[in-house]
Structure formats: structure tokens, C-alpha cells
């Protein structure tokens, strides 16, 4: 069965500083793994998608995350976080497991101080 | 913005009102969701539809009616509601339902539901 766990529900970083947002996932097939950022009273928005292609993903506004088939990860990262960052982000997995599957992960809101 | 419309943006309601959110996707694709999302929990899945016909009821209650009359219009229709079921109802799009397990959906941004 499919699951995504988001490891962090709350991550505090101060502006400039990496960025890092961890998601584990379990999966029977080979996934396709998806980051979208969701700011306040606004719908979901894709940074960033793997499947299959090359394990290191690069996205939308500075964000990349690594496909680690060993470790069942798909952390997201940032090299220098911007006040605009501050949003909540979610990991989904998504699989022909039982059919077509996508699961959200919990989310994890990211604070970013001046 | 975004290709994915909803209306109303904000919706409040009491235990006895009927009502009725409206999706609409101008992307041209074949598949639209319902999405609950309520504080603290996993966004959840209600509903989906994949060229107009549902494919997947998530256990919803009853008093939630979805309606698919073509591909690029999705409604829910709330009835007799809970003060629980007040949360932010997502509607989203994408190529099909097939197609979603490696390409994006497309978010619409939401209806705020309060249940007094």
C-alpha cells in the first residue's frame, strides 16, 4: 500500500539559510513523487514532480528534491530561504497500486524569519 | 492565476440551508476532484471524475451530492451539514484520471465552508 509521511509538521528557518523538508514514502510500484506549496487562502500549487527521470528535480522558485530509491525519500530543499517561501508544503505519492492512487502527505508548514 | 475557478470563495451556512459549490476548469482536461481540507488533518479525497462519470466516492456522507455535467464542471451540492464538515473544499483538475498518477493535478482556490 501507499503512504507518504512528511516528517516535520512545522520547520522554522531564518531568510538566506537552506531550506530542507523531509518526506518518506512507501510504495509497491516505481512512484511518481510531487511537491506543491500551498500559501495562505490559495489552492495547491506544483513545485516540483519525479517520474522516473533523472533523481535529482529542480522546480519552480530556487526549490529541488532527490529521489533516494534506497532510503524511500524525497526531501525538499532550498539553498537560501525567502520571506515569500512561507507557506505549507505537502509531499504526495502517487502509484497504479489497487488503481490510480494519490496520497497526500500531512503537510508541513514552513516559517521563514527576517 | 489559475485554470481552475470556484465559486463561491466563501461560503457560510446553517444545519438546514441547501447550497452549492461550483467548479470550472478551462484547461481542457478530462478528470476533476473534491477535495476536504480541515486544520491539522491530510488533505482528503471525496470525489472524482474521469470524462464525466465518477470513479471514486471516498465514503462520503450522503448529505454531500457531487455533479459532473460535463468535463469542465464539477459541483457540490451540501445539504443538512454538519458544523464538522466546515474546512476548505478544494476542487482540482488533470489530463484524466490515468494520467494523474504522473501528472500534476491543477488546483482551483477553494471555497471557505462554515457549518454554524
Known amino acids: 500500500a501507499q503512504s507518504v509521511t512528511q516528517l516535520d509538521s512545522h520547520v522554522s528557518v531564518s531568510e538566506g539559510t537552506p531550506v530542507l523538508l523531509r518526506c518518506n514514502y512507501s510504495s509497491s510500484y516505481s512512484p511518481s513523487l510531487f511537491w506543491y506549496v500551498q500559501h495562505p487562502n490559495k489552492g495547491l500549487q506544483l513545485l516540483l514532480k519525479?517520474?522516473?527521470?533523472?533523481?535529482l528535480v529542480k522546480g519552480i522558485n530556487g526549490f529541488e528534491a532527490e529521489f533516494k530509491k534506497s532510503e524511500t525519500s524525497f526531501h525538499l530543499t532550498k539553498p537560501s530561504a525567502h520571506m515569500s517561501d512561507a507557506a505549507e508544503y505537502f509531499c504526495v505519492v502517487s502509484d497504479r497500486t489497487g488503481g490510480f492512487k494519490t496520497i497526500f502527505g500531512a503537510g508541513t508548514r514552513l516559517f521563514v524569519k527576517a | 492565476e489559475t485554470g481552475v475557478t470556484q465559486t463561491p470563495r466563501h461560503l457560510v451556512m446553517g444545519m438546514t440551508n441547501k447550497k452549492s459549490l461550483k467548479c470550472e476548469q478551462h484547461?481542457?482536461?478530462?478528470?476533476m476532484y473534491w477535495y476536504k481540507q480541515s486544520a491539522k488533518k491530510p488533505l482528503e479525497l471525496m470525489f472524482v471524475y474521469n470524462f464525466k462519470e465518477q470513479t471514486e466516492n471516498n465514503s462520503v456522507p450522503s448529505r454531500f451530492s457531487p455533479e459532473c455535467p460535463n468535463s469542465s464542471h464539477l459541483f457540490l451540492h451540501l445539504h443538512t451539514l454538519q458544523p464538522e464538515d466546515s474546512a476548505l473544499y478544494l476542487c482540482?483538475?488533470?489530463?484524466?484520471?490515468?494520467?494523474?498518477?504522473?501528472?500534476?493535478?491543477?488546483f482551483g482556490p477553494g471555497t471557505r465552508l462554515t457549518v454554524l
Open positions: 519525479y517520474t522516473s527521470a533523472a533523481t
Open positions: 482540482a483538475s488533470s489530463q484524466d484520471e490515468a494520467s494523474a498518477t504522473y501528472n500534476e493535478q491543477f
Open positions: 484547461l481542457g482536461h478530462n478528470a
